[in-house]
């Protein structure tokens, strides 16, 4: 009833191309950030911020950057859990190489070198499509754990291998090592990720965007009327590569503050974050965040209620969680290929014409 | 000099005995693509899938006990008999024939017409839902499975080789087995698709959908035969595999194994598994053997991805898979 | 009348104007299919061209070679006074070379206005940084160019469906809507392949008006491959006529007709 857009009329190409043309969307909008900055900081304990919230925006992260590369130029990788790492050990070296270089550069430094690591694994792209291409991009995935984890430099010779963030601060404030407050972390993820969410949206509102997806749906066509191929693939595998390390850095020094290769940035976090964003709605920033969101409450959820309330075995639950999640795979696939946030569009419209059922 | 020279052979051999195995589940990749274009990516976890199965049915496992005795608070285990290793072989088959009906029923036949990248991913959520699903039934410890296969190093060839080259090569007996019992599989399919009636309608539907529709075979029953070929030949991966190493969850990662020897071989040419299987178990062998002592070891986790990927570079279609022709 | 003057058409906006393209002597072979053998024929500024001929006669492989998406084994191509290196696709299509395709090659996943927004790909030139940031240089290109592109929708009359995902639209109206994009580069030269293939009368008489309005207004030159001989007649300058690879006729429509290799070729002799 309170959804409409009647009264709202664009007077201009720019207000008519803005992210959320209907006032209320807009509101919504703003009144979300306005509840993640201001509200949920002071409301926060540890459990909730290491369990849920920080996990969520870093996936988050990682989602937006796999979508960017399978959702909007349709070449679907099963490298990410590899590139994830390449941003938590860029990170790492840097941090412990240079102690003075502000924890903010460093995230986006190692975030640009997975963006070059990302191109060079996306050169395969120009001559194999398809799933020959997402079994080549499991190459990087299987090398780069093999190689943090058996050259030792990459973890500074590290008697047990992990990697530990060292404490940086920002403003004077802790932002990662043992000494972060749950609160402070969260806020510095959220920023990130509301920040590189905005980056996303304005790739993939203009020419930039359009020739991604025009390789996505037509990539004969694509070329044939103007776009450079290697460019709009390239660039999606940088771009792309670019969040998906910075989303490891955050992953490495403010969610875990210390890992280890195989078991952080296995091949099931390269699946994990591909069912995210088939879940959210591949395409989707909206979807890149409901996906995450999904993905991290189902398991937390199951837990809570088969172990915590029904007392069962941790094993059951995961397994339970296994057909799930595979289960979800495959019911999305075929009844709603676009995901969650194709549902969201529909209801928005129902409730755009209520009570009416349809436009005309 | 001379010493070193047959070493890297025997490991080219025991490369050779592993590459077979490569070769027997990249051969079920093949059979299900060429069929429905499908790529199927739970090929590995239907090999384990069939092993847990097969070891459930010969120990007389109680099937989702754990889950039964978490419900009720029950504590049962198993039934107390064990099934003869034949009879068992042959109830994990059916098992697998009407897992290929409830997949053709539940996922395929709703993925119709939708673009093969779709119907990957689809298989990775079968793949999933699989694993969780035969962990839920049978549980999810380590189990050994013992159907009589001959194990251990063959101490004949050891003597042998030691007396007529001065150096006693180490095989498994195991390995030669699977190989022997690879071979007949791979020459039984061959004759199956060349000569049988099923088999002609197989190539007809893999050739083109539309087509073989129209001259009246059923889409739907070749791919549940397919997928029902698949899952013996899982079923005889997983026997091999399951009882080189244990039935445990690693054992589907074979089919991550069996990837790049399909990107070498191509997806659509059956010579081509075997062939990527055998250049890629011996490739990994040797690289292993010659570089892994200077970079750290462990080589194998990554090899065949890089040689198949950089092979793909130059020859996108993989050594036998037919040349794409792009059209407007 | 001499030879010469035979090849020359006797009416319409062509007569007399330079040669935009000159394809001369191509051969394009597939293996051992010989899709074309020794083509040459030319474009001049300004007219409408038509390639027809039977089915597999090579004129769609005649359009691949012309876009680049096709490398001839043999010949050359002028374009605007000019040999044409080999080139890639794309960098033709920012010489000023668009076309549409048999089979509708839409992006489904877009808009009918992202879809012609992407048309004007070859003159947007800013890079990812300042798409990244949006405001200012980005959002102002896009705005300018919203505004050429809103100019085709008027003239194509698809206003109501600007914001509709294309592969909702009816058969039709996604035959304009390509038309749409390759009208978005702003091509000297355009490529129509079957543009009224599936259509009805009334729909046909429609894109008639707008491939004559295009070529009138905006000065644009067509190429366009036809199996609607009304069609071609009625809007061609010079027509060329292909068989099994080879042209056989080239001339006005009205030549065309009478010649006697295109009624075999059409009626069938035996070869």
């Known amino acids: ?360 | 000099m001379h010493e070193q020279l047959l070493f890297a052979l025997e490991v080219s051999l025991n490369g050779l005995m592993t590459g077979v195995l490569y070769s027997l589940v990249a051969l079920g990749f093949v059979l299900i693509f060429k069929a429905s274009g499908v790529f199927n990516y739970a090929q590995g976890v239907m090999a384990l899938f069939a092993a847990l199965t097969l070891v459930g049915f010969q120990s007389g496992q109680v099937p989702f006990a754990h889950l039964i005795n978490a419900v009720f608070g029950s504590n049962i285990h198993h039934f107390g008999w064990h099934l003869p290793v034949i009879l068992s072989i042959l109830l994990t088959l059916l098992v697998m024939v009407l897992l290929a009906v409830v997949i053709e029923k539940l996922v395929l036949k709703h993925l119709i017409n939708q673009e093969p990248i779709v119907l990957f991913m689809a298989t990775i959520g079968l793949a999933y839902f699989l694993e969780g699903f035969g962990d839920l039934m049978w549980g999810s410890e380590i189990k050994r499975l013992d159907v009589g296969i001959p194990q251990g190093i063959s101490e004949s060839i050891e003597n042998f080789t030691f007396e007529s080259l001065g150096y006693g090569f180490f095989i498994d007996r195991l390995d030669i087995v699977a190989t022997a019992v690879a071979a007949v599989l791979v020459i039984s399919l061959t004759v199956f698709s060349q000569y049988s009636r099923v088999g002609r309608a197989l190539r007809a539907v893999a050739d083109d959908h539309q087509a073989a529709l129209s001259v009246g075979i059923s889409l739907r029953y070749i791919w549940v035969v397919v997928w029902s070929v698949a899952g013996f030949v899982a079923l005889v991966a997983g026997i091999m595999w399951g009882a080189k190493s244990g039935v445990q969850f690693s054992l589907s990662l074979i089919a991550l194994k069996a990837l790049p020897v399909l990107m070498l071989g191509g997806f659509t040419s059956i010579p081509g598994a075997i062939i990527g299987g055998l250049i890629i178990g011996v490739g990994e062998k040797l690289f292993e053997f010659l570089m892994g002592p200077l970079i750290g070891g462990a080589t194998e986790n990554w090899f065949a991805y890089v040689l198949a990927l950089v092979f793909l570079v130059f020859r996108p279609q993989g050594l036998f898979g037919e040349r794409i022709i792009e059209r407007v | 009348m001499t030879e010469e003057a035979m090849d020359k058409p006797s009416d319409g906006v062509g007569c007399g104007a330079a040669v935009l393209m000159d394809i001369r002597n191509v051969s394009l072979r597939f293996g051992g299919v010989k899709a074309l053998r020794d083509v040459s024929f030319d474009i001049r500024e300004g007219e409408i061209r038509a390639i027809i001929g039977p089915n597999g006669a090579g004129k769609s492989s005649m359009l691949n070679v012309i876009n680049g998406f096709y490398h001839p084994q043999e010949g050359e191509i002028w374009f605007r006074g000019k040999r044409r290196p080999p080139m890639k696709p794309h960098t033709i299509a920012r010489h000023g070379i668009a076309r549409t395709f048999q089979n509708i090659a839409l992006f489904r996943g877009m808009s009918t206005l992202d879809n012609i927004m992407t048309g004007r790909i070859t003159r947007m030139g800013l890079g990812l940084l300042s798409h990244a940031i949006w405001w200012g240089w980005a959002e102002r290109e896009e705005v300018q160019h919203r505004e050429r592109v809103e100019r085709i929708i008027d003239f194509l009359e698809i206003q109501p469906i600007r914001k509709t995902p294309v592969g909702r639209l009816p058969y039709g109206l996604q035959k304009r809507v390509e038309l749409g994009r390759a009208l978005a580069a702003e091509p000297t030269l355009l490529l129509l392949d079957e543009p009224m293939a599936g259509m009805n009368v009334e729909e046909k008489e429609d894109l008639s008006r707008f491939i004559l309005d295009v070529n009138d207004e905006f000065g644009t030159t067509i190429a366009l491959i036809e199996h609607d001989m009304g069609v071609v007649m009625d809007l061609s300058d010079r027509v060329v006529v292909m068989d099994y690879g080879r042209k056989i006729a080239d001339g006005s429509p009205q030549e065309v007709r009478n010649n006697q290799d295109v009624i075999d070729a059409y009626l069938g002799v035996p070869h």
């Open chain 1, 1 to 360: 009833m309170f959804y409409r857009e009647a009264g709202e009329f664009s007077t201009s190409y720019r207000d008519d191309a803005q992210t959320f043309p209907i006032a209320f969307d807009r509101r919504r909008y703003y009144l979300v950030l306005a509840v993640g900055f201001g509200v949920i900081p002071f409301f926060i304990n540890d459990y909730w911020a290491n369990a849920v919230l920080i996990p969520f925006l870093v996936w988050s992260m990682a989602a937006l950057g796999l979508n960017i590369l399978t959702g909007y130029c349709g070449q679907v990788s099963l490298g990410t859990g590899g590139f994830m790492a390449v941003g938590a050990y860029s990170c790492y070296k840097l941090m412990t190489a240079f102690p003075g270089l502000n924890i903010v550069f460093c995230i986006l430094l190692a975030g640009l070198i997975t963006a070059l690591v990302g191109v060079l694994f996306g050169l395969p792209s120009l001559r194999i499509k398809g799933f020959y291409l997402a079994v080549a991009t499991l190459a990087a995935q299987f090398f780069f754990v093999w190689l943090f984890n058996k050259v030792p430099w990459f973890y500074n010779y590290s008697a047990s291998g992990q990697i530990n963030a060292p404490e940086r601060t920002l403003l004077g404030v802790a932002i990662t090592g043992p000494n972060a407050d749950s609160a402070v972390k969260y806020l510095f993820c959220l920023a990130f990720v509301v920040g590189f969410a905005w980056i996303a949206r304005n790739l993939t509102r203009g020419s930039v965007g359009r020739s991604w997806m025009a390789i996505r749906d037509m990539d004969i066509a694509a070329e044939i009327i103007g776009i450079d191929p290697y460019r709009a693939k390239l660039s999606a595998f940088g771009v792309s590569s670019f969040f998906v390390g910075v989303s490891g850095a955050l992953f490495f020094g403010i969610y875990l503050g210390a890992v280890e290769v195989t078991e952080a940035f296995g091949i099931n976090q390269s699946f994990l974050v591909l069912f995210m964003i088939i879940i959210g709605g591949l395409g989707s920033i909206f979807g890149s965040f409901a996906g995450a969101a999904f993905m991290v409450l189902m398991p937390v959820l199951l837990k809570n209620i088969l172990v915590g309330g029904l007392d069962w075995d941790t094993a059951i639950a995961t397994h339970f969680e296994f057909v799930i999640v595979g289960g979800l795979i495959i019911f999305f696939l075929i009844v709603e290929p676009h995901g969650i946030s194709q549902l969201w569009r529909i209801i928005k419209e129902k409730l755009r014409l209520w009570p009416f059922p349809h436009d005309h």
